[in-house]
Structures are given as C-alpha cells and as structure tokens.
C-alpha cells in the first residue's frame, strides 16, 4: 500500500490515539522482552463505531493484496473482536481458536463457524510481537484443511512474524507497523 486511505488514516489515528501508551518503566511482552511501548488493540476498537472502522480498514487492505477469504479468526480473546467486526463488514464468517480444548459437548478446539477443508481463511490478531499465538491458531485449523490465505495483525510489533508466515508460504500484511507508530522493534529470540 503506497498511498495510505482514509480509512487506513482513521484507523491508525485509532490505534495511535486509544491503542499506544508509552510508559516510563519497562514491562515485559508474552515474547518475554521489555518494552516501553504497550499497545491495547482491544481498547482501540471499545466501540462498534470504532471496531467497525479498523474492520472496513482490514478488508480494504485484505482486498488491496488479493487477499480473499470465506471465514475470519484466530487465537481468543486478541482476534476475536476483529473476527467479528471484519465479518459483519464483509458478510464472512467468523470463527475463535481456543487456548484450551472444550472439555464437553463437541470437545474442540475452534468456535464459531465450522471450518470445512478447503474453505479460504484470513486470520487475524490486535497486536503481533513474534506471531506466536497467530501461529499457534494456524496450526490448530490447518488439519482441518483449510487454506490460510492471508494473516492480517492490526499492529505488529516487529519484523519477527513476518518471516514466520513467510516460512509457511502466508501472506503477512500488518494494517499498522512499529515503523508507523514510530516504536522499537520487537528483536527475534
């Protein structure tokens, strides 16, 4: 994307409004690193006016890089408010990948809509560092033989994820980079 959109400028002023908090001590990120800069992509889209605009901001883009999909999600509680909104905005549907089996009735891993071999699926996530989580719902969905067409973070925090998707033939397209909120990179470990 060369020239950013409206939409793109509405969503990052979002993120980098409600979502970047610098803070003066270090803290430590699930990639076990310390970092200044916390990013809460779940306070950035509160709201259904402004989840619905990094949603139409995330289709725009998937559409901009050929990304196309019949189903959306990833791993729970970071991707679920994305799924959603990117659902409702596009008409596809959505699906949640638990961090543990459901222990009763159908005992899975994957809420939502049921995924079927061969169906086209984005998957997504607020905030990226390593992709570890992203990679943990990939490999929870791909024996179910569908195909991951694209993975679409809202803010990724370094270069670490994209090497991993590239490894695994995925586009990697983050709607918002550490290099636009003017951040450190998260460092490979």
């Given at each position: 994307?060369?020239?950013?959109?409206?939409?793109?400028?509405?969503?990052?002023?979002?993120?980098?409004?409600?979502?970047?908090?610098?803070?003066?001590?270090?803290?430590?990120?699930?990639?076990?690193?310390?970092?200044?800069?916390?990013?809460?992509?779940?306070?950035a889209v509160d709201t259904g006016e402004r989840l619905?605009?990094?949603?139409?901001?995330?289709?725009?883009?998937?559409?901009?890089?050929?990304?196309?999909?019949?189903?959306?999600?990833?791993?729970?509680?970071?991707?679920?408010?994305?799924?959603?909104?990117?659902?409702?905005?596009?008409?596809?549907?959505?699906?949640?990948?638990?961090?543990?089996?459901?222990?009763?009735?159908?005992?899975q891993w994957v809420e939502g809509t049921r995924l079927?071999?061969?169906?086209?699926?984005?998957?997504?996530?607020?905030?990226?560092?390593?992709?570890?989580?992203?990679?943990?719902?990939?490999?929870?969905?791909?024996?179910?033989?569908?195909?991951?067409?694209?993975?679409?973070?809202?803010?990724?925090?370094?270069?670490?994820?994209?090497?991993?998707f590239a490894e695994r033939n995925v586009r990697f397209?983050?709607?918002?980079?550490?290099?636009?909120?003017?951040?450190?990179?998260?460092?490979?470990?």
């Amino acid at each position: 994307m060369t020239e950013r959109s409206e939409l793109w400028q509405a969503a990052f002023d979002l993120i980098r409004t409600r979502g970047h908090e610098r803070r003066e001590q270090p803290f430590k990120l699930a990639s076990g690193q310390l970092s200044h800069d916390y990013i809460d992509g779940k306070y950035a889209v509160d709201t259904g006016e402004r989840l619905t605009i990094v949603s139409r901001a995330v289709a725009e883009l998937a559409a901009e890089h050929g990304i196309e999909f019949d189903a959306v999600g990833g791993l729970t509680m970071g991707a679920d408010p994305l799924a959603h909104g990117i659902a409702m905005v596009t008409g596809a549907a959505w699906f949640s990948v638990r961090k543990e089996q459901k222990q009763r009735g159908r005992e899975q891993w994957v809420e939502g809509t049921r995924l079927q071999p061969g169906m086209r699926v984005l998957l997504v996530d607020d905030v990226i560092s390593t992709g570890g989580s992203t990679a943990l719902a990939f490999d929870r969905i791909a024996p179910l033989g569908v195909v991951v067409t694209g993975v679409i973070p809202m803010v990724d925090r370094g270069d670490v994820a994209a090497k991993l998707f590239a490894e695994r033939n995925v586009r990697f397209v983050p709607l918002v980079t550490y290099r636009d909120l003017g951040i450190d990179p998260i460092k490979p470990v």
